[in-house]
């Protein structure tokens, strides 16, 4: 895995088209072709065409914030992996908190759509989190590494996903997890992995997300299991999500 670290922007339910538009031209502008491979967006599903064939934004991973488990179908307002693949994504998010605390869904669900990613040819990017009560019970590391392992039933290595730590209770709050907090969950993530995929566990990239901003990002980038970040509110803005990566890169 390239030592660089990975910075993926979660945009929620927000931005037009209007300002995707300009945020996709600053964006453009301000990080290289090159450096491209080391980000990710993930747009609301309205917004994703703006993206597809996007000749501005050559190398840059994108895709939706969720799934339906079935590639087509009477699933009135769902997002097809299919299409999505056919409209050149590249990611997809699966078991975000928001999805499974708003809209129920559970460890069995993302463990349907990991599979229909694979089968479609987009690495998915499995979200898991403790709540705070988890956290208070120390039940964190159980909780996350359950999470994982059933997401992971039946996944075949031949395919590529990543995984991001998100504390449930660090999400849109400004509240960051420490950085001691961070590594010892990451620690257990890398651990779990190498469990269930012995030899491999270096391959996958374990994203910390949870009120990363630029000015806590270089700590957090340093930690040794930390291999890139999910970002919400800070990837709304070009400057912010960029220095997020940049700041990410500085090694004390
Ligand atoms: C997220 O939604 O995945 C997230 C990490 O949000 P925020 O950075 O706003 O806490």
Request: with cysteine; aromatic share 8%; glycine share 8%.
């Amino acid at each position: 895995m390239s030592s660089k670290l990975i910075c993926a922007g979660n945009w929620k339910m927000n931005h037009g088209p209007e300002v995707t538009n300009a945020f996709l031209k600053d964006f453009a502008s301000a990080v290289s072709i090159s450096e491209r491979s080391n980000f990710a967006l993930f747009l609301p599903a309205l917004t994703l065409h703006q993206l597809s064939g996007n000749e501005l934004l050559e190398g840059l991973n994108w895709g939706a914030q969720n799934i339906h488990w079935e590639t087509s179908g009477a699933f009135t307002g769902e997002n097809s992996a299919a299409v999505l693949k056919e409209m050149k994504a590249t990611h997809v998010l699966v078991g975000h908190s928001e999805r499974r605390l708003l809209f129920n869904e559970t460890n069995e669900d993302t463990q349907k759509k990991m599979q229909t990613a694979a089968q479609v040819g987009l690495t998915p990017v499995i979200c898991v989190g403790e709540t705070l009560d988890e956290r208070k019970a120390e039940k964190t590391l159980d909780v996350i590494c359950e999470q994982l392992r059933i997401a992971l039933k039946g996944w075949d290595f031949i395919h590529t996903f990543w995984v991001a730590y998100e504390p449930v209770w660090a999400i849109g709050t400004g509240e960051v997890a420490r950085s001691e907090q961070v590594e010892e969950a990451h620690k257990a993530l890398k651990t779990q992995l190498e469990q269930i995929f012995p030899g491999k566990s270096e391959k996958v990239p374990v994203l910390y997300g949870g009120s990363v901003k630029p000015e806590n990002a270089r700590e957090l980038g340093a930690q040794p299991h930390v291999n890139g970040f999910l970002v919400g509110g800070a990837s709304l803005k070009v400057e912010s999500f960029v220095s997020i990566w940049r700041q990410g890169q500085e090694v004390d």
